[in-house]
């Protein structure tokens, strides 16, 4: 099997408006070793972005790197173009930046509508804080009908969905899911894509890591291929998703589709030639 071509390797995300977040030859890890070696890719405004890879690719590292809870060593990360290096996790998140961690967040000894409210915690005006919780009680059932129980209550499909809600608090510019369906059975799962799906249609920039590849590439607009520490393709979902070669590698074998219309055979013909 062939290698991808540097040409194909650093294809740029489609023709549209500029990046919202972009990151540029960036060399991050820890202690002394490089677990980013140099990664470049962009997030348009309005996609939902999808990052794969197998174990050790560097994916959880990359988020780490976004929401400034690890420095790079080298390159920039600029957001509206400015460079986020050097800015503190709190920083970030004022800046619009808003991580769901991969791990379940809440404080179980807390509300479900407690730990909403704390989403809001760099928010002064208590006017907009109400204004926002009552626009996502609205978005989020789960609220409105488990809103004094405890959290450690809910299932964990719930606890996902309480936790997107809760980063909703800081109406950010973009969410960032770490592996949002860990642990979650087909039907959780489909709930939770779906609550992914609304937030996109809604407005909102959605930088996505998930382990469930061909479901994350599937909801996606654009996909990003990170392979030992750098990106190996990127491309749109679908275009990802079907690639021969990243389908045998990654996904299990290459997601089928219809024969191409024209215009499409000879896009596809750019990203098989070497």
């Given amino acids: 099997m062939t290698s991808l071509s540097a040409e194909q390797a650093t294809r740029p995300a489609p023709a549209g408006a500029e990046a919202l977040l972009r990151l540029s030859g ?7 070793g490089d677990v980013l070696k140099g990664v470049d890719f962009e997030v348009p405004p309005g996609s939902i972005t999808c990052i794969v ?6 994916k959880s590292t990359l988020l780490a790197t976004v929401s400034g809870l690890l420095r790079p060593r080298q390159g920039r990360i600029e957001f509206r173009g400015r460079d986020l290096v050097g ?29 909403v409210e704390m989403g809001a915690f760099l928010v002064r005006d208590r006017a907009v804080v109400r204004r926002r919780l009552d626009e996502i009680v609205e978005q989020f059932p789960v609220i409105a009908e488990r809103g004094k129980d405890k959290a450690g209550a809910l299932s964990g499909g719930q606890q996902r969905l309480v936790e997107f809600a ?5 109406d950010p510019k973009i969410v960032v899911l770490d592996e949002p369906s860990m ?13 992914v799906r609304l ?9 996505l890591v998930e382990q469930n590849a061909r479901a994350g590439l599937k909801l996606a607009t654009h996909g990003v291929v990170l392979e030992n520490g750098r990106v190996r393709f990127t491309g749109t979902g679908q275009e990802v998703l079907r690639h021969p070669e990243i389908g045998a590698l ?11 219309s024209p215009a499409r055979q000879e896009t596809t013909g750019e990203m098989n030639r070497d």
Avoid: W
């Avoid at 809760?166 to 800081?170: E, G, I, N, Q, W």
């Fill in 199 to 207: 937030m996109h249609e809604q407005g909102r920039t959605i930088l």
């Fill in 26 to 32: 960036v060399v991050a890890g820890y202690g002394g």
């Fill in 166 to 170: 809760r980063c909703l608090m800081l």
């Fill in 53 to 58: 890879g197998p174990n050790g690719a560097g």
């Fill in 183 to 195: 642990g979650l059975d087909p039907k959780t799962l489909r709930a939770v894509f779906a609550t």
């Fill in 250 to 260: 990654f996904l299990g074998g290459a997601a089928r589709s219809e024969p191409a």
């Fill in 87 to 115: 800015t503190s996790p709190k920083g970030i998140l004022e800046q619009g930046i808003v991580q769901v961690p991969q791990n379940h967040s809440l404080f179980r000894e807390m509300t479900v509508r407690e730990n």
